[in-house]
């Protein structure tokens, strides 16, 4: 089931609080009221909607809170409900979200667990990584064949809790990405990034080794110039984000076509969910880099508040045009890349490579996911009875 509509509905609570009891956590109990879910929701069997999340890298600072996502856990059992908590793993391999291990520790860290959440937490390609099941879409313009998250197809309805951030190859961290790279498996990620291919410009290279020690795939070897084997490259881009002289490089085309797979990828959970997904973008701590990264930096606009949609595509374009509409944070990367002022494209700019992340949204937009026309609805100022 993919979404066709001429106006979508976007809901929007704003972080400013005007009234002493108006604060995240009842801004997003009123989301979830409006967005409707229940409409997905047997009366006469049990339901496991799946609440999809990220806990952010080990030594993250800003990252999605338990607390949210103890709140649509609260509200699906107020709805006799069977929800369950679902995060994913990465490519960094060696990191702490490259296996189970690894990951629990992580968690326990920042504070999601069975106690916190008040359900269990589940990986969405298994404590191997390689629990997934194989999906065919002939909507696809890259990618007809993806391995996704076994996890995800086990629920009957999705909720994505998506911490909106930048990302330095895809143009932003949102609905979508979360959908493309969040609910894949391991293989489905290594197959999205295989042509990920980056090059070193030995112009800017001064061979300090970085790369060499950052690559967990053992893909780089350094002799009196810089060689990344691709026959052991999986595309992580671990190198490009962290070299300090910024010589590893991706071509425009290279970029183009990772977000073009990232949109084919996110029409395959929305296949594999016949649409029963609710989306939550959190526009609060709004860092340079997305959460899987533990130097993300420090946030460039400040906190706006939570959209919510049906839409994938419709609340990516609103969350895109509220980030863009206010001013940035000074002494931040928007600073930095000459985007304070309002009216500026600032994740563009902040990627440090000039991606558009209307690439993407226009990609989903043009697979079926939804449309980037919408209206955006102030929670607060509608009447529900």
Request: contains cysteine; hydrophobic residues 40%; glycine residues 8%.
């Amino acid at each position: 089931m993919f979404v066709h509509l001429t106006e979508a509905e976007v809901y929007f609570a704003s972080a400013t609080s005007y009234f002493p009891w108006q604060n995240m956590r009842i801004s997003l109990e009123r989301l979830f009221e409006l967005l409707d879910v229940q409409e997905w929701i047997s009366e006469t069997e049990p339901t496991r909607p799946g609440i999809r999340f990220l806990a952010g890298a080990k030594e993250s600072t800003r990252y999605l809170r338990p607390l949210f996502v103890r709140i649509l856990v609260d509200e699906f059992l107020k709805l006799r409900a069977v929800p369950i908590a679902i995060d994913s793993l990465s490519l960094w391999k060696g990191g702490p979200r490259y296996d189970a291990t690894s990951w629990a520790y992580k968690c326990r860290q920042h504070g999601f667990s069975m106690e916190s959440l008040g359900t269990e937490i589940f990986l969405a390609e298994g404590y191997t990584g390689m629990d997934s099941k194989t999906i065919m879409n002939k909507r696809g313009k890259k990618i007809r064949v993806l391995e996704i998250g076994a996890t995800i197809t086990y629920c009957q309805l999705l909720t994505m809790l998506t911490h909106v951030t930048g990302d330095p190859f895809l143009g932003f961290y949102g609905a979508i990405t979360d959908l493309g790279i969040g609910c894949t498996a391991k293989k489905g990620k290594l197959r999205i990034h295989e042509d990920f291919q980056p090059t070193v410009n030995m112009e800017n290279c001064n061979t300090c080794g970085l790369c060499q020690r950052m690559c967990e795939w053992d893909a780089i070897k350094i002799n009196e110039t810089v060689i990344i084997d691709s026959n052991k490259c999986v595309g992580c881009g671990k190198c490009i984000v962290k070299c300090p002289q910024a010589a590893i490089e991706v071509s425009p085309e290279q970029v183009v076509d990772l977000q073009m797979k990232v949109a084919d990828a996110a029409s395959f959970i929305v296949q594999a969910m016949e649409g029963k997904i609710g989306y939550f973008n959190f526009v609060m701590e709004v860092t340079p880099h997305p959460d899987w990264d533990s130097d993300s930096g420090i946030p460039f606009i400040p906190d706006l508040g939570i959209l919510a949609s049906k839409d994938p595509v419709a609340i990516d374009k609103a969350t895109l045009d509220i980030v863009n509409k206010v001013a940035g944070v000074p002494g931040s990367m928007a600073e930095q890349f000459n985007v304070l002022e309002k009216k500026t494209e600032k994740f563009k700019a902040i990627s440090g490579m000039n991606v558009d992340p209307m690439v993407l949204i226009n990609a989903a937009e043009e697979l079926g996911l939804g449309t980037t026309n919408y209206k955006l609805i102030d929670a607060w100022k509608i009447d529900t009875d």
